[in-house]
C-alpha cells in the first residue's frame, strides 16, 4: 500500500499528504474496521519514528482510542520515542 511505502522511505511528508487524503469526506469508508486500524498503527509508527515528541503525543491523544486502538508494537514505537526524547515522566499520562 502506499503508506507501506511511506514507511520504508520514512517519507513523513508523503505520508501527511496520505492521512489527509484519506480523511477527506468519506474516503475513510472505503477501508474496513481492521484496514483502519491497520493503517493508522503504521500510521503512528511512523511519527513516532520521525517526528519530534510533542506532535507524537498530540496525535496519540487525540486519535487513540477514537480512531485507532493501539498494538503493542505501537505502545513499544511510542515507549522507544519517549526515551529518545527524554520525556520517560510523561508515561504515566499515556499509560
Same mark, same amino acid.
Given at each position: 500500500?502506499? @503508506? &507501506?511505502?511511506?514507511?520504508?522511505?520514512?517519507d513523513?511528508k /508523503?505520508?501527511?499528504?496520505?492521512? +489527509?487524503?484519506?480523511?477527506?469526506?468519506?474516503?475513510?469508508?472505503?477501508?474496513d474496521?481492521?484496514?483502519?486500524?491497520?493503517?493508522?498503527?503504521k500510521?503512528?509508527? @511512523? &511519527?513516532?519514528m520521525?517526528e519530534?515528541?510533542e506532535?507524537? /503525543?498530540?496525535?496519540?491523544?487525540? +486519535?487513540?482510542?477514537?480512531?485507532?486502538y493501539?498494538?503493542p508494537?505501537?505502545?513499544?514505537?511510542?515507549?522507544?520515542?519517549?526515551?529518545?526524547?527524554?520525556?520517560?515522566?510523561?508515561?504515566?499520562?499515556?499509560?
Open positions: 500500500t502506499a @503508506l &507501506l511505502q511511506c514507511c520504508d522511505l520514512k513523513i /508523503l505520508a501527511y499528504q496520505l492521512n +489527509k487524503a484519506l480523511e477527506k469526506g468519506d474516503n475513510w469508508k472505503f477501508l474496521v481492521d484496514r483502519l486500524n491497520g493503517y493508522w498503527s500510521f503512528f509508527s @511512523l &511519527l513516532c520521525m519530534q515528541i506532535v507524537v /503525543l498530540k496525535w496519540y491523544k487525540e +486519535k487513540s482510542s477514537s480512531l485507532f493501539p498494538i508494537k505501537n505502545i513499544l514505537d511510542l515507549l522507544q520515542a519517549l526515551d529518545a526524547a527524554n520525556q520517560l515522566e510523561v508515561i504515566p499520562s499515556v499509560w
